[in-house]
């Protein structure tokens, strides 16, 4: 039903999801055998990637959540480059169900980090003289599912 001005009585019950800020909180790259590590390399570095997703609550409507990525190109001393990043955003979340707000800040949130945090490193590694490492995409659920099964019994983020 439509109020007098226009706006109709559903309209404050739509789930709402918004982006209010993106940042990067830190970001390293380490070359650390640098120049000898630039030279032409006769076979595909093993490239180890290790993601976090963290969420902190700032209001009833308003989290922090970000994307802590850390990896390295070879191992010991022949390491090409190690990178970290953390990048994060604060999101507000209004109309959401309790039950779904936890799933929403730790799958979804971080899903639309992503390709910001993608193509940061990406230009860091290419900048520290390689060609950009472009991250598969990631798999949030079965992050989500893995942090739940770590932190059984850990007070939820929405509380």
Do not use: W
């Not at 739509?14 to 800020?21: D, F, I, S, Y």
């Amino acid at each position: 039903m439509v109020e007098g001005n226009g706006s109709s009585n559903n309209a404050e019950a739509v789930p709402q999801l918004n982006v209010l800020v993106q940042f990067m909180k830190d970001f390293s790259f380490e070359n650390p055998n640098a120049p000898g590590s630039l030279a032409q390399q006769d076979e595909s570095p093993n490239i180890a990637i290790q993601v976090n997703v963290n969420a902190e609550k700032h209001s009833d409507t308003e989290f922090e959540v970000s994307l802590h990525i850390e990896g390295s190109a070879g191992e010991g001393a022949s390491t090409l480059f190690k990178f970290e990043l953390d990048y994060g955003g604060v999101f507000s979340l209004k109309n959401i169900l309790e039950e779904e707000l936890q799933p929403i800040v730790l799958i979804e949130c971080p899903r639309l980090l992503f390709p910001f945090a993608r193509q940061i490193i990406a230009d860091g590694v290419r900048n520290g003289g390689f060609p950009p490492l472009y991250i598969d995409p990631i798999d949030f659920v079965a992050l989500y599912q893995q942090q739940l099964e770590q932190l059984a019994g850990v007070p939820d983020v929405t509380n």
